[in-house]
């Protein structure tokens, strides 16, 4: 038989590189490119009720006419206490008249993220974002956990 079993939560600091994104949504209108940015959030594994299951939350800068493939560069120093174990990776398209519109979303495990850092110092993810069970693209990230 096979035990499977959930790593102990850990309290650690991390450096989180937004890299890039590519394969994302070009335009939003005929005459639009998307101005994207990524918002990264810590949380608890139950994001959707917001409060106290969210952690400190981190956005880019937004890339103006950048359309769906773009570079960030961006990087962000997190402190993820022992009961936020999971990171919301969001892509958004900023809008001027309007609500800044989500283009896809992916949950990130970071208790998997520390594991694999043990034996790389860092640790490249190349995500998949989706919505409504769609890809909508992908982010890449680079993470340095730090005890």
């Not at 359309?67 to 997190?78: I, M, P, Q, V, Y």
Request: proline share 1%; net charge negative; with cysteine.
């Amino acid at each position: 038989s096979v035990l499977l079993f959930k790593m102990a939560s850990i309290a650690c600091g991390m450096d989180v590189e937004v890299v890039k994104i590519s394969g994302a949504a070009d335009k939003t209108y005929l005459w639009d490119k998307t101005d994207p940015y990524i918002k990264l959030t810590l949380h608890d594994g139950e994001f959707d009720k917001g409060g106290h299951h969210r952690g400190e939350s981190v956005r880019t800068t937004t890339k103006d006419n950048a359309g769906g493939t773009c570079s960030f560069g961006e990087s962000f120093s997190l402190n993820k206490p022992e009961n936020m174990d999971v990171m919301r990776v969001e892509l958004y398209d900023s809008n001027t008249a309007a609500a800044d519109e989500l283009l896809g979303s992916i949950d990130v495990d970071l208790d998997k993220v520390y594991s694999d850092s043990r034996s790389s110092r860092q640790v490249d993810r190349q995500l998949e974002l989706v919505k409504g069970g769609r890809s909508q693209g992908h982010v890449e990230l680079r993470f340095t956990m730090k005890a």
